[in-house]
């Protein structure tokens, strides 16, 4: 199982794709995952894409690559104008291209932000159905390339809507880009959540997270992994389970996000959510935090990402490096580790 870096992670400091590979590199990662084709370059060259691809092959590290987001509706917003579907999916196609141009055999895709959820232009239940018949007509050119499209659980599906867009896509075609940090934003279960999801993971962020009490509610925040109260070692030995070839990707990223569930209009964005297993979570913050064992989102925060971001990695690294050989040896039925057994 491979270790490696999302490209969020650094992308301020503005390396080039090239650049991206050799700090990989430096930094004893395996491999990267880029946000889509035209983030290496942005008129798909294929000269300029095969290039990455051999860099990485020359560096030893796996490489895989996303797709602009599938959503018509954003770019309609974007752009001012009515999108079609039809529209869109051929839009994609030069992008699915490129990424089965480069050797992927899944691209990690994601439907909206985490404001998109809240719109009214058009409503959330709107933007999904556009999405799913994008994704639709995206499925004769998926088979054609071998290609699958990983929906990602970001800052704005919850995992009940995901599996209900899943269920309408064929299998074949369809997965799951696993942000482990993500499911608590959305009010769901992370241990439940990554059980539900784990058959159709094709691919990764990994990272950790606290959640804080405010006064209107609750606060998210990621943090590396193995440095927040997500039990880490029950999420990713589930994923190994499922996929032992799965790659774990660490993505990191400063700001905290406000989730104000004592706001009754919010809070019915979230139908489905399991509040028990949130307020748990944010139980076991508020205790590390009292006993000085974990920092206040507000004091980490203070420190500017360009300041923070090489320790996260290094310590999201150093962590999986010693956890996960652990949890391989548990799917081989040797003695396991209990979370307990591991610092969280």
């Known amino acids: 199982m491979r270790i490696g870096l999302d490209h969020y992670t650094i992308a ?25 084709p035209a ?15 051999d860099k990485a092959q020359a560096l030893g590290l796996y490489l895989e690559i996303g797709l602009p987001c599938p959503n018509p509706t954003r770019k309609a917003r974007a752009e001012a104008r ?27 895709a994601y439907i909206g932000d985490r404001h998109d959820r809240f719109r009214t232009d058009p409503n959330w239940t709107r933007q999904l159905g556009a999405t799913l018949e994008v994704l639709k007509r995206l499925v004769p050119t998926l088979r054609d390339l071998g290609l699958k499209i990983a929906i990602e659980t970001h800052a704005d599906i919850t995992v009940n809507e995901l599996l209900r867009l899943l269920d309408a896509l064929p299998e074949d075609v369809m997965g799951v880009t696993l942000d482990t940090g993500n499911l608590a934003m959305l009010l769901d279960d992370p241990v439940k959540s990554v059980e539900q999801l784990a058959p159709r993971v094709l691919t990764t962020h990994v990272k950790d997270a606290v959640l804080a009490r405010t006064e209107r509610g609750l606060c998210w925040q990621a943090r590396p992994v193995g440095a927040g109260v997500l039990p880490m070692a029950d999420l990713l030995s589930t994923l190994i389970r499922a996929n032992p070839d ?23 964005h979230f139908p489905h959510h399991n ?11 508020e205790w590390h935090f009292s006993e000085g064992t974990l920092p206040r989102p507000e004091v980490v925060e203070a420190i500017p990402w360009g300041q923070r971001d090489l320790d996260g990695i290094a310590q999201s690294l150093g962590y999986l490096r010693a956890l996960v050989p652990q949890l391989q040896k ?15």
């Open 275 to 285: 509040m028990a297993a949130i307020l748990a979570l944010a139980t076991k913050a």
């Open 12 to 36: 301020h400091r503005g390396l080039s794709p090239e650049a991206t590979l050799e700090f990989a590199c430096e930094h004893k990662l395996d491999g990267v995952q880029f946000l889509e």
């Open 39 to 53: 983030a290496i370059d942005a008129g798909l060259d294929p000269h300029r894409l095969q290039a990455v691809v």
């Open 330 to 344: 548990l799917t081989d039925g040797l003695d396991s580790p209990s979370s307990s057994s591991v610092v969280e």
């Open 246 to 268: 799965l790659n774990f990707s660490i993505e990191l990223h400063p700001r905290t996000y406000d989730l104000p569930i004592r706001d009754p209009s919010w809070l019915a």
């Open 82 to 108: 009515d999108v079609t579907a039809d529209e869109h999916a051929r839009d994609l196609v030069p992008d699915l291209n490129a990424v089965a141009m480069m050797g992927c055999k899944h691209a990690r």
